[in-house]
Nanobody
Framework: QVHLAESGGDLVQPGGSLSLSCVVS????????MGWYRQAPGKERELVAL???????TYCDSVKGRFTIYTLNAKNTVYLRMNNLKPEDTAVYYC??????????????????WGQGTQVTVSS
């Protein structure tokens, strides 16, 4: 099985910054992409940022220039640096990963694993 653990959510004032992290653990071989999604109350979950295994990153329009997604040498961890936060960034942020799961002699690619979410609240 695969487990995703997010951390870093907090209450921050408008204009402030915050960093989220997500660690992927379990039985897998390859990670093809890692992404951050968010869901605000009464709204659908939306993709915030995605990074592929070759470090190509994409962002939703509302966070371009403010958020940065990245991984370090430990490729099983993805970060989201959020600057100039706005009240509309308030949401539960979830980590998602597209990876090759290993179960005994079987391998299959899936993006069905999600973290438990971390709350980001931007308010004065």
């Amino acid at each position: 099985q695969v487990h995703l653990a997010e951390s870093g959510g907090d209450l921050v004032q408008p204009g402030g910054s915050l960093s989220l992290s997500c660690v992927v653990s379990g039985s897998f071989e390859n990670i093809y992409s890692m992404g951050w999604y968010r869901q605000a109350p009464g709204k659908e979950r939306e993709l915030v940022a995605l990074i592929t295994s070759d470090s190509a990153a994409t962002y939703c329009d509302s966070v371009k220039g403010r958020f940065t997604i990245y991984t370090l040498n430990a490729k099983n961890t993805v970060y989201l640096r959020m600057n100039n936060l706005k009240p509309e960034d308030t949401a539960v942020y979830y980590c998602n990963v597209d990876l090759l799961v290993v179960e005994g002699f079987l391998k299959h690619r899936t993006n069905d694993y999600w973290g438990q979410g971390t709350q980001v609240t931007v308010s004065s």
